[in-house]
């Protein structure tokens, strides 16, 4: 369901040699990303380099936007936004604009915040320079390299029949139930940890992990990874700690669900409509 690359956005590292000219910037301070609004939209702003300062010397080349490049910065506590620019939470701009406006800022966040967290070698202690060929931190010293990290989250929708099964978190927005989801652990197949968080969360045993898509969520690192499965055995319990509830939900009786924006969303909306049309089919 998700599409490979955003249309219009072309990812690279290697930055075009001129470097003053007009450029799509992703500027951040304390989790906040510098927009635009333009004719209603919010939009990741065109300036120069001068109209950021000192925050564009620092410069990451993220890729083409419609053939204009694309750069993230740190924007400096202190400094002076742009004129006509604001800062935003990144979260709001995901939840409020198209898919490459907020796909090309998760990916700048991400590379800033890897930048921040490793300036320095883990191994030596020695600081990190940017590498020639690749988006990595060298340390010259020991020559450990640094990629930015990515952590899995593994999604899953599990069915019986014409019921799914939705959970809760405390806090979580009233009446609102989502899919069950965790972390893979180190040495684990996504299979495995599918089966595992299901197991922990709700207490059920299930199986025949279908893939649906996949979404980067830049909070800070995550690439979660949808899947349906099928019901195995077991009742099920929410834990009462992480979760506040968990149910079977009949697929014409839903709770409220979260944003389209999410992928958990797309993943129950798609699986319902599949169980809908194989109930239809079998005349049930
Ligand atoms: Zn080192």
Known sequence: MTEETAAGFEPGHRPPEAQNELATWCAFRAGKV???????????????????????????????????????????????????????????????????TSGIAGRAFQILEWERTHRYCGACGEPTTAHQADRAQECKSCRQLYYPRIAPVVMALVTRGREVLLTRKPGYAPGRYTVVAGFVEAGETLEHALVREVREEVGVESHCARYFGSQPWPFPNSLVMAFSLEYASGTVEADG???????????????????????????????????????????A
């Open 34 to 100: 510098l927009v635009m609004r333009v004719s209603g939209r919010l939009q990741l702003p065109a300036l120069r380099p001068e109209d950021l300062g000192s925050a564009a010397r620092t410069r990451h080349y993220i890729g083409m936007v419609d053939g204009v490049p694309c750069y993230a910065a740190a924007l400096h506590d202190a400094q002076d936004l742009p004129a006509g620019t604001d800062l935003i939470f990144l979260r709001n701009l995901i939840l409020d604009s198209d898919e490459l």
């Open 241 to 283: 700690v992480e979760l506040e509830d968990a149910r079977w939900f009949d697929i014409d009786a839903l709770p409220e669900l979260p944003e389209p924006v999410h992928i958990s969303r797309r993943l129950i909306d798609d699986t319902v409509a599949r169980l809908r049309a194989a109930q239809l089919s079998s005349g």
